[in-house]
């Protein structure tokens, strides 16, 4: 699978971004989607993940009640909203995909796929 991240851009503090994220292919359902960011300086760390069917999602806890992951199986697509945005949100949002995995995971070592990333920056 091909994936393409979008959305990305400059905003302030307390505003609201939606990352989408684009997948090729006609078995997108099968595959488990997490999203993931690095700041320079930094490792890649774990935003969130939805699994294949939506029903069940997971949250780094520094994005916790902030930030929402949805798919759309029908038009191969996953979003990250994400509201309230704060300075140390700034980063380059990565959309991943797994079909090693059947469940959610945060373990940025289990996704075979990736997609280019975006830039977020959000100022202060």
């Known amino acids: 699978v091909q994936l393409q991240a979008s959305g990305g851009g400059l905003v302030q503090a307390g505003a609201s971004l939606r990352l989408s994220c684009a997948a090729s292919?006609?078995?997108?359902?099968?595959?488990?989607m997490g999203w993931f960011r690095q700041a320079p300086g930094k490792e890649r760390e774990f935003v969130g993940s939805?699994?294949?069917?939506?029903?069940?999602?997971s949250y780094a806890d520094s994005v916790k009640g902030r930030f929402s992951i949805s798919r759309y199986n029908a038009k191969n697509g996953v979003y990250l909203q994400m509201n309230s945005l704060k300075p140390e949100d700034t980063a380059v949002y990565y959309c991943a995909a797994t079909v090693r995995r059947s469940v959610i995971t945060q373990d940025r070592r289990e996704y075979d796929f990736w997609g280019q990333g975006t830039q977020v920056t959000v100022s202060s």
């Open positions: 292919g006609r078995t997108f359902s099968i595959y488990v």
């Open positions: 939805i699994s294949r069917t939506g029903g069940t999602t």
